[in-house]
């Protein structure tokens, strides 16, 4: 893109003061903002002024799982059936990897954070060790797509080259970078970063495969005649990548998608819970859930919304393709925005100070025909790392490894 048409794309909309600093750049710093200008989807600007309020929910209904007590009885069905299909090269794993180690204390890609305590043990390897337990239990190698974000996408790939991908086989793995969004303040007008870059933010989790198919890389899935595809979050250290159960459950249900989910420690948990939403599958947040869905029971006098999301989906591939074709719901986050100000001075807000956009996987769960939620067992396979110490962190996941007998 030049610099005329970036101006004039720029004028369409009324944001203008993006080229200010344009004849104080280096020629490189010139070129890497056209070429920005040109890449980026301005038309979220479009929801800087939508209602503040959520849109209303539908009618909120419970969803069963299936419980260990039944994948146990039916587990030899389950493991043939994912194993099978797993061999066939039906299957791929999906990692979202865009984060960064902000919250840990490292200004690192957060995959990169060494958990080890006599040896090194980093999250990335945990993450492809146990991809690689799925591999050799159906001898087959599966794709793995690893999707990085603008700010951690060289290190990344650089740090798995360096450890050889942790033994994986780099012919099977395929990177690709979220698509990212522009972020503005409460009127919509863009932030500046820098002189030379507009402030922007991951497109949200929900954004994976329109980011997959933007990078060209659905074309593997259709070569290769790939049917389902493993999506999960990076920093679950303990989670079992198409493990061949969930695969065969999913496949033998016909499940549209498939929901790695665990029973809730106790009715008012902070985490969100697998149920329909007029009929749909849906996800409801925990501050979502009434004082009557939270005391609701079903025939067997369980809670009837039980079952927690732990990031962890198995999407059939075809469903995909129709979910792409329809707009899913964007989000305006309330978000700190660290930007540049009038005078070209750098500024780093301590009160939220402008909008970020995003779309969710929930809302691409809820396009779904159907969901299949798939009850894992809490202490083998949920070991998040969101904090450095306290719950969710570096600590307590380090506690469950060692439960699970991995050496650190």
Not at 68 to 87: M, N, S, V
Not at 94 to 102: D, I, P, R
Not at 379 to 396: C, H, L, Q, T
């Amino acid at each position: 893109m030049n610099f005329a048409v970036a101006e004039q794309k720029l004028k369409e909309i009324g944001q203008e003061h993006v080229l200010k600093y344009y004849d104080e750049l280096s020629e490189d710093e010139k070129n890497a903002l056209l070429e920005q200008i040109g890449n980026t989807d301005f038309s979220v600007l479009s929801h800087v002024n939508d209602d503040a309020e959520e849109k209303a929910h539908g009618v909120y209904s419970p969803l069963k799982a299936v419980t260990r007590d039944e994948i146990l009885k039916r587990y030899d069905e389950f493991t043939a059936k994912g194993i099978e299909t797993i061999k066939a090269g039906k299957t791929a794993a999906l990692l979202l990897a865009g984060g960064m180690g902000t919250r840990l204390g490292s200004d690192n890609p957060k995959g990169m954070y060494d958990i080890g305590l006599t040896k090194h043990v980093y999250i990335f390897q945990r993450i492809i060790e146990n991809l690689l337990d799925t591999v050799h239990a159906a001898d087959t190698w599966i794709y793995l797509f690893i999707m990085t974000s603008e700010k951690n996408d060289a290190a990344t790939r650089n740090f798995l080259k360096e450890h050889d991908y942790f033994g994986y086989n780099p012919d099977y793995i395929r990177f690709f970078k979220q698509d990212m969004a522009p972020a503005c303040d409460f009127d919509g007008k863009l932030y500046m970063e820098s002189k030379s870059r507009i402030a922007t933010s991951p497109n949200g989790n929900g954004g994976w495969y329109s980011s997959l198919v933007r990078a060209g890389l659905d074309g593997i899935l259709n070569q290769n005649g790939i049917e389902w595809i493993n999506v999960f979050a990076v920093d679950n250290v303990l989670q079992k990548i198409l493990s061949p159960g969930f695969v065969g459950a999913c496949v033998l249900s016909n499940a549209s998608v498939g929901s790695k989910v665990v029973r809730k420690a106790s009715p008012d948990e902070k985490v969100g819970v697998m149920c329909l939403e007029d009929g749909k599958p849906s996800i409801v947040e925990y501050y979502e859930l009434s004082d009557e869905m939270r005391d609701a029971k079903d025939e067997n006098g369980e809670p009837a919304y039980n079952f927690g999301v732990i990031l962890n989906y198995l999407f059939h591939v075809p469903e995909l393709y129709e979910v792409a074709s329809k707009s899913l719901p964007l989000h305006r986050v309330t978000k700190k925005i660290n930007h540049i100000d009038e005078n070209g001075d750098f500024v780093k807000p301590t009160e939220p100070n402008g909008y970020k956009f995003e779309q969710l996987v929930l809302d691409m769960i809820h396009e779904m025909y159907n969901c299949l939620p798939y009850e894992v067992i809490r202490e083998n396979e949920f070991a998040p790392i969101k904090n450095k110490e306290g719950v969710d962190s570096v600590e307590s996941a380090r506690e469950l490894l060692k439960k699970n007998g991995y050496e650190l």
